[in-house]
């Protein structure tokens, strides 16, 4: 994620070729608005010309700081229904790891979790969320091989409810973010979810692969426009240079990230920290 120790690796002891500047800044995924934003900043300000890489990275680092919410509220359960949290992403973005990875974290917080393997169109989705229900020890609810996602969710919300579980977490089918049936089939989840309670789902996490980049920023447009997302999970943060998406998306579309995956195991999980951010840009 260390995307700005490539400028202070390709401007260090040189004069800012403003031109070169842009475009690694667009390269890092912060976002045309974003990096026009920055550039205007450095040379609205006196002796920009005399500028130094120390004096771009303090301004990114500002820039960026006022794009991202201080404090993101935590995840809390309800009182007396379960709370809903629909997990959307296209193919391989590690979608169905992040459902058990949030499980895990839910359940660190002394909460309970059902998961609903709403992905029916994989049998080996299905059954990779049963093994990661078993390692878990949570319950699992599932169907049979392309049953319809929707009944599945609002049998295993009926479950949730009736054996008083705090959280429902839904894993649908990657698709293709530009599939409107695929789209649609997700918002008629949604609206059986919300048969149930008309706040359900209370959240919908977009899960993204960093290393993407400029992709992920379209999926989020299609996705949010379709179901409204409430926040990322952000995966392969730690092996990017791209970690920008993750502003451009907050500042397009005002998501912010919930969540970010930094490895392999259960625990490589973690709530998204602005200041942790900003501290790893270099």
């Known amino acids: 994620m260390k995307f700005l120790q490539s400028l202070v690796d390709k401007f260090a002891g040189k004069p800012i070729d403003w031109d070169e500047l842009e475009e690694s800044l667009i390269r890092a995924d912060l976002g045309v608005p974003m990096t026009t934003r920055i550039i205007k900043t450095l040379q609205d300000r006196e002796a920009w010309s005399l500028m130094g890489i120390s004096d771009v990275v303090k301004v990114v680092r500002e820039e960026i700081a006022r794009i991202l919410p201080p404090d993101l509220p935590s995840i809390r359960s309800l009182p007396v229904k379960p709370k809903v949290i629909l997990l959307l992403g296209v193919n ?160 397009e579309l005002g998501i912010p990230t919930r969540f970010v995956g930094t490895g392999e195991q259960l625990d490589d999980f973690a709530p998204f920290d602005r200041q942790t951010y900003i501290d790893n840009l270099l």
């Not at 790891?97 to 989705?125: C, E, G, I, N, P």
């Not at 990657?174 to 059986?192: C, F, I, P, S, W």
């Open 92 to 251: 391989g973005t590690g979608k169905t790891t992040s459902t058990a990875k949030l499980a895990r974290y839910l359940q660190q917080d002394r909460h309970s979790v059902l998961l609903a393997a709403a992905d029916t169109f994989r049998a080996a989705a299905i059954e990779q969320l049963d093994v990661w229900a078993r390692r878990l020890g949570v319950q699992m609810i599932r169907g049979q091989y392309n049953a319809d996602p929707a009944a599945l969710c609002y049998e295993a919300y009926q479950a949730a409810a009736g054996r008083k579980i705090e959280f429902l977490l839904c894993d649908t089918a990657g698709r293709m973010h530009t599939k409107t049936n695929l789209m649609a089939e997700l918002q008629k989840v949604k609206r059986t979810l919300g048969k149930h309670d008309p706040d359900a789902p209370q959240e919908t996490l977009l899960v993204v692969d960093a290393t993407t980049g400029g992709n992920a920023l379209s999926q989020a447009r299609e996705f949010h426009s379709a179901l409204g997302l409430t926040g990322l999970i952000v995966t392969k943060l730690d092996g990017s240079g791209k970690g920008g998406i993750v502003v451009a998306i907050q500042d």
